[in-house]
């Protein structure tokens, strides 16, 4: 029960909804029968409750499938060890007259494991406005229950859904960049240009979004032709191999840039760029644009990604590049594209191995 | 198989059975994010995050409370995160005529508008102007059906909470339905 009397509207909506105990109902029964204006209220608020019982449309058994499908793969990369490799042909057949939307929806699967212990980190910082920004919802109302639960939803969400996935942080590009210090990155942000930056863990952010892109010129692990491979987990395997064993001697270097006025077009010229110079030589005439690939699969958000590699393989007779990105937290992810039917084949996430 | 067996076996690892329990739920997940996110595209996009949250808080899920109830819990917070991580409000789209049986402006009307409050009002106009807090809890409601006592469990918050969130929301859409400057949030007299 309530410790405050209740409003009008509180007890009229409470009414419509079936939550007043007898002698509360009967009460307002009571008052409902001489006051008029009492009456108006309950019938607005019972429009006002028709309104927002609006039906919402079944879905469309296509979307229906393209949904579970999705969240069925983000299922198996959670649960894939080095080597398992997502045969995204396969998953995404039912997807084909919907192929832009497969590939973001791909890009969600993966980035939204990737992403939200980064954002994580964010919000967990010693800087609160960097929690704040992430988390920021706006009440017009302070409100008379005076919670702030709705900062607190999205903490839920990721304590109740994705927490497996913080387990690992930005250890791994930290092992594999050797860690970069402070200077790496505060010696060329500029704070003003796009928000209060917030450093956590070696890496950049920023509090209005996270829409830093960190390139790094120097980040080639892998051999430019790897040779020839049974199948795509053979290539995996060689590809998490050679990540492995990746030492620079120094550290690569880094080159932190901020784009505020569009970080997501930025980083997709970045990404294209980075392709121009790797796949030199590599691609054919029947896939010329391997890039356009890896950023339809990216979607909307290719700022995540930190550091990008490619080099060719076969894999099961058929000539392929492989991709290798480095997420900012840390996570590593391999694409595999064939060049001869030009489309994405395979992805793993080997920091889950 | 029921539920609860699905269940079971969907954190065993049974992909067969978690496509059966995704799809058990997600129209009605749906339909939440859908109100949430005001229109169809962001509801698409929100509702993907929240089936895949789902899945990975799944090995979480310990039976104390209903699965419908945590999986909205889930979802709810899914769809609003990706909301706020996406930096806005909820983004109306067109009005939403296949739902009510109306047709746009030119097209042959199979209802009369004065029978319904949504001819007034756009449902996803009027809801994009609630907070979050209350939006949520009014859609839990009237979209979903739960009761106060489970809208409290799904938000974590306490029921006299719930039903001051769901009165307020209800009474500035009333306003907006009847074009209303708010009133003064009046407290019974003892």
């Not at chain 1, 029964?29 to 209220?41: G, N, S």
């Not at chain 2, 005001?38 to 895949?52: P, R, S, V, W």
């Given at each position: ?237 060689e590809v998490n191999g050679q990540v492995a064993a990746y030492a620079p001697e120094e550290p690569p270097?880094?080159?932190?840039v901020a784009a505020p006025d569009d970080s997501t077009a930025f980083a997709r010229a970045e990404l294209l760029d980075i ?79 | ?190």
């Amino acid at each position: 029960m309530t410790d405050h009397p209740l409003s009008d509207d509180e007890l009229l909506s409470s009414h419509l909804d079936g939550e007043l105990s007898d002698d509360a109902r009967s009460r307002l029964d009571d008052r409902l029968a001489t006051d008029a204006a009492l009456r108006d209220r309950l019938t607005a608020l019972e429009g006002a409750r028709e309104l927002s019982a609006t039906p919402v449309a079944p879905l469309a058994a296509l979307d229906a499938d393209r949904l579970v499908s999705a969240a069925l793969a983000a299922s198996t990369a959670a649960g894939t060890s080095a080597g398992n490799v997502t045969d995204l042909a396969a998953a995404s057949t039912r997807g084909r007259a919907w192929p832009a939307r497969a590939a973001t929806v791909a890009a969600g699967v993966l980035l939204l494991a990737l992403a939200v212990p980064a954002l994580r980190a964010i919000d967990t910082s010693d800087d609160d406005d960097a929690g704040d920004a992430s988390a920021d919802t706006t009440t017009d109302d302070g409100g008379a229950d005076g919670d702030d639960s709705a900062g607190d939803m999205g903490d839920m969400a990721l304590e109740s859904a994705l927490e497996p996935l913080d387990s690992d942080g930005p250890a791994a590009a930290d092992e594999m960049f050797g860690g970069l210090d402070d200077a790496d990155t505060a010696d060329t942000v500029e704070a003003g240009d796009f928000g209060e930056v917030n450093e956590t863990d070696g890496l950049a952010y920023s509090t209005d979004q996270v829409r830093l892109f960190v390139s790094t010129s120097a980040f080639d692990p892998l051999a430019d032709d790897l040779g020839a491979f049974a199948d795509d987990d053979a290539l995996v395997l060689e590809v998490n191999g050679q990540v492995a064993a990746y030492a620079p001697e120094e550290p690569p270097t880094t080159t932190t840039v901020a784009a505020p006025d569009d970080s997501t077009a930025f980083a997709r010229a970045e990404l294209l760029d980075i392709a121009g110079r790797r796949l030199d030589g590599i691609l054919t005439d029947d896939c010329p644009d391997v890039a356009d690939i890896v950023i339809d699969f990216f979607g909307d958000s290719p700022t995540e990604v930190f550091a990008a590699d490619y080099a060719a393989a076969t894999s099961d007779g058929e000539p392929v590049v492989v991709g290798l990105f480095t997420l900012r937290e840390g996570r590593v992810i391999t694409l595999v594209i064939d060049l001869t039917t030009c489309e994405l084949r395979s992805m793993s996430d080997i920091d889950d191995g | 198989m029921d539920e609860t067996t699905l269940i079971s076996a969907a954190q065993r690892g049974d992909q067969k059975a978690l496509d059966q329990l995704l799809r058990l739920h997600q129209d009605r997940i749906h339909a939440v994010c859908r109100r949430l996110a005001g229109n169809d595209a962001d509801a698409m996009d929100a509702t993907q995050e929240a089936l895949i949250a789902i899945v990975k808080g799944l090995p979480k899920f310990d039976g104390r409370a209903k699965f419908s109830t945590w999986s909205y819990r889930v979802a709810t917070n899914a769809c609003l995160d990706e909301l706020r991580r996406r930096g806005r409000r909820p983004d109306p789209g067109l009005p939403e005529f296949e739902t009510t049986g109306q047709t746009p402006v030119g097209g042959s009307s199979p209802r009369d508008p004065a029978e319904t409050v949504s001819a007034r009002l756009d449902v996803d106009r009027g809801l994009a102007e609630l907070p979050d807090e209350f939006r949520a809890a009014v859609v839990l409601r009237d979209v979903a059906g739960l009761d106060y006592a489970e809208i409290a469990e799904v938000l974590d918050i306490a029921p006299g909470t719930v039903r001051s969130r769901i009165a307020r929301g209800r009474g500035r859409l009333a306003d907006a339905i009847t074009g209303n400057q708010p009133p003064p949030d009046r407290r019974q007299t003892p």
